[in-house]
């Protein structure tokens, strides 16, 4: 079993960068496909990102697309997901979530294992 742990959120203007880091303990994320999913206050939870366990295959979500990048550090045991060009609509609590599903999962019900959240706070 595998324990994550989410860290980097916070509050930032409009248009501005944070980077988000899932520490990985207790197995190595290379066993995992890895996702970043968010959720905000009255909504449903939403996919954003994710990354195959191995070759580097991505997905996103179509709104933060050329925005956000989803990264591994497999030797680190750890993932990133760089969110430049922030928007208020980009705040919410993100989760960081592994998968042993092959391919890249994009839906929540194929992660097994998830983190307890970050809050990311994006003023106008």
């Known amino acids: 079993q595998v324990r994550l742990d989410e860290s980097g959120g916070g509050l930032v203007q409009a248009g501005g960068s944070l980077r988000l880091t899932c520490t990985a303990s207790?197995?190595?994320?290379?066993?995992?496909?890895m996702g970043w999913f968010r959720q905000a206050p009255g909504k449903d939870r939403e996919f954003v990102a994710a990354?195959?366990?191995?070759?580097?295959?991505?997905s996103y979500l179509d709104s933060v697309k050329g925005r956000f990048t989803i990264s591994r550090d497999n030797a680190k045991n750890l993932v990133s997901l760089q969110m430049n060009s922030l928007k208020p609509e980009d705040a919410a609590v993100y989760f960081c979530?592994?998968?042993?599903?092959?391919?890249?999962?994009?839906?929540?019900?194929?992660?097994?294992?998830w983190g307890q959240g970050t809050q990311v706070t994006v003023s106008s």
């Open positions: 207790g197995r190595t994320v290379s066993t995992y496909a």
């Open positions: 990354i195959h366990r191995s070759v580097g295959r991505t």
């Open positions: 979530a592994a998968s042993t599903y092959l391919g890249v999962p994009t839906r929540g019900h194929m992660y097994a294992y």
